[in-house]
């Protein structure tokens, strides 16, 4: 038997090298790097040798610290890789995204949580805040491309936008859950305005106003100050992670939303000098981490789910997932679709991909950790489950989805997905 720690070495290569060769494989089928990694996950930790079981609730806090630095990451390439300038028009599908569909998932989570499966209504609350924002991580499928690649309609925008900001803007309801926990045990009384003004207007207020200022002044150092000593002259990705921290830190310091600030910070970056090239190769850094900090995530989730983290589900759990999944977000969709002047292929598109997945486990770890609920093994079944029938259904759809979608629209998947390596070759020559 060989030493283990030689062992883990082998095994955190053979999941690198996997991670970098099956998106090449798995281009044109409908399967995701994703549900590969909850496979392989699955797979390791049925194994006697794999020592321990994974599951959330055993680890809590680095379970929130793991999926957090995950999603601040993946909000930064996010913002990274949008060419649109903002716009209050130009941005009108992610505003209904939000203001529309957002509200509506959450309100109908809620009703389903509290009325059918007797949650209570702090844990209602929570699963509705926990489940409301889309996730950035898991989307990359149905985003944007990289910067100055061309080709973002109108479906890819909104749902790479929406991943973006959704984020930061469930936080608010989360801590309202909360509040409701504290309230309800007598821990906090006069919760309520406390809530409105410090978790709602300041902590959004703030979290936009950090995130701006931190993305300008990144944006001067890079692209604006003399050439000899601007960041830009180093070609060095690690600038970018620097400005996901330092973005996340203060605000989260200042006690306001990190994850909203890091995602306005790296619009504010790339507005700087929107067209230098030096975008592409921040991009490309942060997206490599990305996906090697998503594939832990998701081994890690496999190996919770043969561990017992599904044990908890009754079977009103799995039918309100279900309804969750295949209803709640589609009809919510369409209805912040209405007057929306566009082919009701986008609208079905942008309504269906409301993909769950990592920032949801750190939501309900967040909440979980800062305030008594009750049942937290069952929400923590009820998020499995409701994940890991996103990663299947949407990991399996996206890619018959979406080359349907661009033949609809006269262009060649195939060849548009060939120009882009050939051009990211071009580039980093």
């Known amino acids: ?10 095994v955190v290569g053979a999941l690198v090298a996997l991670v970098a060769w099956l998106p090449l494989v798995f281009r044109r089928a409908p399967l995701s790097l994703p549900i590969i990694c909850v496979i392989l996950g699955a797979g390791l930790f ?39 300038i903002f716009n209050l028009k130009r941005w009108g599908v992610t505003w209904r995204l939000l203001g529309v569909t957002m509200m509506l ?25 926990t489940l409301a924002p889309t996730d950035p991580v898991l989307a990359s499928d149905v985003q944007v491309g990289a910067p100055r690649e061309g080709g973002e309609d109108e479906v890819r ?68 100050i003399p050439v000899s000593t601007r960041l830009a002259a ?7 992670l620097a400005a996901t921290f330092i973005s996340y830190s203060v605000t989260e310091m200042l006690h306001c939303y990190g994850f909203l600030a890091v995602f306005i910070t790296a619009l504010a970056f790339r507005h700087a000098d929107r067209d230098h090239d030096f975008h592409v190769e921040m991009h490309d850094f942060i997206e490599q981490i990305e996906r090697m900090a998503m594939m832990v995530v998701l081994v890690l989730f496999g190996g919770a789910l043969v561990s017992g983290l599904l044990s908890p589900l009754r079977p009103l759990d799995v039918a309100v997932a279900v309804v969750i999944v295949l209803v709640v977000r589609p009809v919510a969709g369409m209805i912040g679709f209405i007057g929306y002047r566009r082919p009701l292929r986008e609208k079905l598109i942008l309504a269906f991909f409301g993909i769950r997945g990592v920032g949801s486990f750190y939501y309900l770890a967040y909440g979980l950790n800062a305030a008594p609920f009750e049942g937290g093994d069952r929400l923590w079944a009820i998020v499995g489950l409701i994940c890991l029938m996103s990663i299947l259904l949407h990991g399996i759809t ?25 051009a990211g070759r071009g580039m980093s020559v």
């Open 1 to 10: 038997m060989p030493d283990p720690y030689i062992l883990i070495l082998f």
């Open 46 to 84: 049925s194994l006697p040798q794999a020592g321990f079981d994974p599951l959330p609730q055993t680890f809590p806090d680095i379970t929130e610290r793991l999926t957090e630095f995950v999603v601040i990451v993946a909000l930064m390439g996010a913002g990274l890789k949008i060419d649109r």
């Open 105 to 129: 998932s959450i309100a109908a989570i809620v009703v389903l949580g509290w009325t059918v499966l007797g949650l209570g209504l702090a844990g209602a609350v929570l699963l509705a805040g």
């Open 157 to 224: 925008f909104g749902l790479t936008s929406e991943a973006g900001l959704n984020d930061g803007l469930a936080f608010p309801f989360v801590n309202l859950a909360i509040a409701l926990a504290l309230a309800a045990s007598g821990q906090k009384t006069d919760w309520f305005m406390d809530w409105l003004t410090v978790n709602v207007l300041w902590e959004i207020g703030a979290g936009l106003a950090i995130g701006w200022a931190v993305g300008w002044l990144f944006g001067w150092l890079t692209f604006t």
């Open 234 to 240: 180093t070609r060095d990705g690690f600038i970018v």
């Open 398 to 422: 996206v890619t018959p989805v979406m080359r349907w979608f661009d033949r609809s629209q006269g262009r060649d998947p195939d060849a548009d997905a060939d120009e882009a390596e050939t």
